[in-house]
Structure formats: C-alpha cells, structure tokens
C-alpha cells in the first residue's frame, strides 16, 4: 500500500490527477480506512477546482483519522474558503457504514477589524474584496493548496 500512495503522491506532483486519483481510489477501495489515500482524493479533487468534493473527502480522511495533520489542515482551510464564500458546507464523503445527510448551511464567516491607518493585512485585504473572488495573497495560498 505504501508503494501505491507514494506512487499516486508522485503523479499527483506532476499533474497527471486522473491517474493519481485512480491509485488513491484502488488502495482506499482495498482499505476504506486509509485516511492518507482519502486525503489523496481529496487533493485530486482540489487539482480539479472541485472545492466541494475536496472539503467532503477531507472531512472524511479526519472522520477516519483525527490525527492526521493533513486532513486537518486540509477541511479546516477548504471550510474557511467556502464558508467565506458563502457556500454550504457538503457532508463528508460516503463512508461504508455511515449514511449522508444533508448539506449544512455555516454562518457567514466574520469580517475583521481594521488594522491601524497604513497596515494593510491579508485577513483586511480578502474582508474588502468581493465576495468570491480571490485576492491575489488568498489565491497565492490556495494555488500552492491545490499544488499549482
């Protein structure tokens, strides 16, 4: 198993996502408990602009594997950029054994205060932008998330 997530951890790198999505998929289809390949889809499915499925599958591989500092990482980042954006957060992915509910709906996220006259904050930068679009420090952050 090991061999197949480094495998898929490879491709993934240079960008053949479909592949590495088949790798992750066939070890977490052997092991559904496998919070590192769960992780694996869920970048596989960040890499293909799927912000949805990616905090679902992330969500997951930290249902399975509280410890796993990815997958912590991971939903916690994915559920500020959609909460930001006012999405819903989705369910965590399908689980053998575990039936999905509906989507959540999630506060709108709070907007900070403003720092002192000529201090400009990325958290400052990315309240005052339009709602959905990317300020170049968050898009910064979430192209090297999704490993561009």
Do not use: K
Request: hydrophobic share 45%; proline share 7%; glycine share 6%.
């Amino acid at each position: 198993m090991i061999e197949l997530l480094l495998q898929a951890d490879r491709l993934l790198a240079v960008d053949l996502v479909d592949q590495a999505e088949s790798t992750y998929q066939r070890v977490a289809d052997q092991d559904p408990n496998n919070a590192i390949a769960v992780v694996g889809l869920a970048r596989c499915a960040l890499a293909r602009g799927n912000d949805q499925d990616a905090y679902a599958l992330a969500a997951r591989a930290l249902f399975i594997d509280p410890e796993n500092d990815m997958a912590r990482r991971m939903e916690a980042r994915m559920a500020e950029v959609l909460t930001y954006r006012g999405e819903t957060l989705p369910e965590m992915a399908a689980t053998p054994g575990r039936t999905s509910g509906a989507a959540r709906p999630v506060a709108q996220a709070s907007v900070p205060t403003a720092p002192a006259p000529g201090r400009t904050t990325s958290a400052t930068a990315r309240a005052t932008s339009a709602p959905g679009r990317a300020t170049p420090a968050s898009r910064s952050w979430l192209d090297r998330l999704r490993g561009h």
